[in-house]
């Protein structure tokens, strides 16, 4: 049973550059939510999507974007890179079908490593 | 608003030693709570989550949890500490109705000496 995979694992960019991470949840999950780390914090919920809409959005600016496809696989697009948006990008699916109240259980993947230079 | 406080940001323990970290929250409703850990460049792993019932919960790698709604507080434990459980451990805060995100701490980041 694949757990939830992400690519790519480390990327570099430019301040102003765009950026499409792409995640493929655990197999029969149909939920995918997004999470910022930085250096030396805890994850920051940035999004969730199920049924391919956005549901839920943590406290990040619009440049922030997603979209979920309809085999439950998500992207995370960053818009006009800052610096500061260096850091470790999670993500983690869950089965809203479940039915075991509002929060599931989150698997999560490793991560991708965004640094901005 | 939902926040986790963990107040030891680094806690150092002999191999074999008991270890015991600290979470504290803060939420509105009954929460469901989570502890997770992170080894180096690492994602995050599940050791055990509360949702409700019985208010010691145990999870993975030998680790327990206890819930305390007088203390708001979900401290994690271990009896003995393997150099193998050296990593940053986090926990986490979910919404009980309507939403899937978690709010989690600023973890501990545990050493085990030999």
């Known amino acids: 049973d694949a757990g939830v995979t992400q690519s790519p694992t480390h990327l570099i960019k430019t301040r102003g550059q765009q950026v499409t991470l792409r995640c493929s949840p655990k197999?029969?999950?149909?939920?995918v939510s997004w999470y910022q780390q930085a250096l030396g914090q805890g994850p920051q919920f940035i999004f969730q999507?199920?049924?391919?809409?956005?549901?839920q959005r943590g406290n990040f600016p619009d440049r922030f974007s997603g979209h979920q496809f309809p085999n439950y696989s998500s992207e995370l697009n960053v818009n006009a890179l800052l610096l500061g948006d260096s850091a470790l990008y999670l993500c983690a699916s869950s089965d809203l079908r479940l039915g075991q109240g509002a929060t599931d259980t989150q698997y999560f993947g490793p991560g991708t490593r965004l640094t901005v230079l | 608003a939902q926040s986790v406080t963990q107040p030891d940001i680094h806690i150092t323990v002999s191999e074999g030693a008991s270890l015991e970290l600290r979470c504290n929250y803060s939420y509105g409703a009954t929460p469901y709570l989570f502890w997770y850990v992170q080894s180096p460049g690492q994602g995050l792993q599940l050791l055990l989550k509360y949702f409700s019932g019985d208010t010691l919960v145990q999870g993975i790698k030998g680790f327990e949890a206890e819930f305390k709604r007088s203390q708001s507080s979900f401290n994690l434990r271990k009896p003995s500490v393997h150099w193998s459980d050296a990593a940053e451990y986090f926990c986490a805060v979910g919404a009980r109705a309507g939403a899937n995100n978690l709010f989690f701490g600023t973890g501990t980041r545990l050493t085990v000496i030999p």
């Open positions: 999507y199920y049924e391919e809409e956005e549901r």
């Open positions: 197999s029969g999950h149909d939920t």
